[in-house]
């Protein structure tokens, strides 16, 4: 046990890197990318600090080129399930007593090593195999992930810090102990930083973990876990399992050991995983935790006195940065019928110059989609906007396949507040447009707090404080990441802590020592240093 109180270094965001053209950093990354490119990588699970490979071997293709195999990983089977929980439970014992501080150092030394080392092999990772481009892939799987594990360490020690008052006579404690049992955390393919984070903050907090990344996530997965392999991470501290989601789910959430679930992922997963849980509880040893963000229909709504240039901007990179392809994304837009005609016409010049291809090419501001799946469901919505009497597309509307999976940004203008574009998840480089006459300014306000179940993000472009106040107060529960005169995207770790309610999730806010809080299980001890001797109190006489 450690014989000092230790200060960790205090936590910076890390800076993001411009990769401007011709620039060292912006070479060193593209040749890296292209010497994975040519790269066939093997990936295969890792249970108990153990490499576990397969008969069934299944090939990767990058989203910007379905036809090329970037590499392939060794699906599981159930049996791998229960390796990983009883190697999960194996390890906790030691992991548990191991001080803070080491495991603290760990995590700080995986951000040192994503920060130098191996910045650009987790950035490439997440070009080739989620179609990021260097800006994007920056700040996500480096920055991002940087921030998570430093802020973490830092939010840690904070908690640890907070004890009880004590009186006269007697010490009150507060001990943090990690959840009894194991956590399984289940993480997107839009985001490495999520990946990275699910299962590292659990695991920060003393807890052991049986970690299912996303299919489409697993080429930037297999660095993470080398990253956190070399960080010194002890076995079977964080178990990564390629199985399927369905029976990992009914396996895992059987167990009486499973004590919490870090999710990020659709709503109807998380809520059939919910339900799952419940028709299980009286099998747990303890009522397990249970924390998930899901999905968004994320609006921006705008102002009569709005500045035009600022919502066009706000709307560009709103809805198209990573394709749309973010829970937090800008989906539907509300437009005053007086500033309709100014914000069109600079969002339309503006989205003449964007440039769509693969990331490679760091000119490129929007790439694939991530798969067939995704690219069909953007190209159906489209077709029915074209052919639809209430909507129109007035801005791209391109699909392309030939070689990647290509959506080109995309405006739907419509008549019809409830048109399924502006009510509907899409999870793609589409954003519908509803066009309010002025004077309706409060009316909108109410349409855009119960046109959608969910409430992620939302954002209000306004001149007037007055207008600002009210739309604050009108949007309360409609988003619990709430900008003003910016786009809804882009939160940061420590800034913005992230996180909704209503459809979207539990709001348990990553990036902030309020989602730490739901991986432990505070103990309340009391020392009394004198101890009464006569059960008599003084109003006994």
């Not at 747990?284 to 901007?313: C, L």
């Amino acid at each position: 046990m450690s014989k000092a109180i230790s200060q960790v270094p205090f936590a910076v965001n890390e800076t993001v890197r411009s990769y401007e053209p011709g620039s060292p950093e912006v070479k060193s990354l593209i040749s890296t990318y292209r010497e994975m490119w040519k790269q066939n990588t093997e990936i295969p699970m890792v249970i108990g600090g153990k490499e576990v490979r397969t008969e069934q071997k299944t090939s990767l293709f990058s989203p910007q080129d379905h036809s090329h195999e970037i590499g392939f990983y060794h699906k599981g089977n159930m049996d791998h399930v229960d390796q990983a929980i009883n190697a999960a439970l194996e390890a906790k014992e030691k992991w548990n007593a191991l001080g803070w501080e080491h495991r603290a150092a760990i995590f700080l030394k995986a951000a040192d090593l994503i920060a130098g080392p191996y910045r650009d092999k987790l950035n490439a990772a997440t070009m080739i195999g989620q179609s990021k481009n260097v800006h994007q892939a920056e700040i996500d799987a480096a920055c991002e992930l940087i921030d998570f594990l430093r802020f973490n360490v830092e939010f840690m020690t904070e908690m640890y810090a907070e004890q009880p008052v004590s009186d006269t006579g007697i010490w009150n404690r507060a001990e943090y102990r990690p959840l009894e049992g194991f956590c399984f955390a289940v993480t997107p393919f839009n985001f490495t930083a999520i990946a990275g984070n699910l299962p590292s903050c659990m695991a920060m907090m003393g807890n052991v973990v049986v970690w299912k990344p996303s299919h489409s996530q697993i080429y930037s997965a297999k660095v993470i876990m080398d990253i956190f392999t070399e960080a010194g991470l002890p076995a079977g501290v964080i178990n990564m399992i390629f199985t399927d989601g369905a029976q990992t789910a009914e396996k895992i959430l059987s167990h009486p050991d499973f004590a919490g679930l870090h999710f990020t992922g659709s709503t109807g997963v998380f809520q059939g995983m919910w339900k799952m849980i419940g028709n299980n509880i009286h099998t747990y040893k303890t009522y397990p935790r249970i924390v998930g963000e899901t999905g968004g229909k994320d609006f921006v709504m705008v102002h009569p006195s709005a500045n035009a240039a600022a919502v066009a901007t706000a709307l560009v990179r709103g809805a198209f940065e990573y394709q749309g392809q973010k829970c937090s994304a800008a989906s539907r837009a509300y437009i005053p019928k007086s500033l309709w005609e100014e914000v069109k016409e600079i969002m339309g010049a503006q989205l003449k110059t964007v440039k769509v291809g693969t990331p490679e090419d760091p000119s490129n501001f929007v790439n694939a989609v991530i798969d067939k799946k995704s690219f069909e469901k953007c190209k159906n919505y489209i077709e029915r906007a074209k052919n639809s009497g209430d909507s129109k597309v007035i801005f791209g509307g391109t699909c392309d396949d030939t070689k990647g999976w290509f959506v080109h940004p995309t405006v739907i203008e419509t008549t019809n507040p409830q048109y399924e574009s502006m009510c509907e998840e899409i999870f793609g480089p589409i954003l519908s447009v509803y066009i309010y006459e002025d004077a309706d300014w409060q009316k909108t306000l109410k349409l855009v707090d119960e046109t959608s179940p969910y409430s992620l993000t939302g954002s209000i472009f306004s001149q007037d404080r007055y207008a600002i106040a009210e739309a604050y107060k009108a949007l309360e529960n409609a988003a619990g990441n709430f900008y003003i005169n910016d786009k809804p995207t882009g939160a940061v770790v420590g800034q913005q802590p992230f996180g909704g309610a209503r459809a979207s999730g539990t709001n348990d806010k990553a990036g902030s020592k309020m989602n730490l809080l739901r991986w432990v299980s505070v103990r309340s001890i009391k020392e009394t240093f004198v101890s009464p001797k006569d059960y008599k109190y003084p109003y006994l006489g």
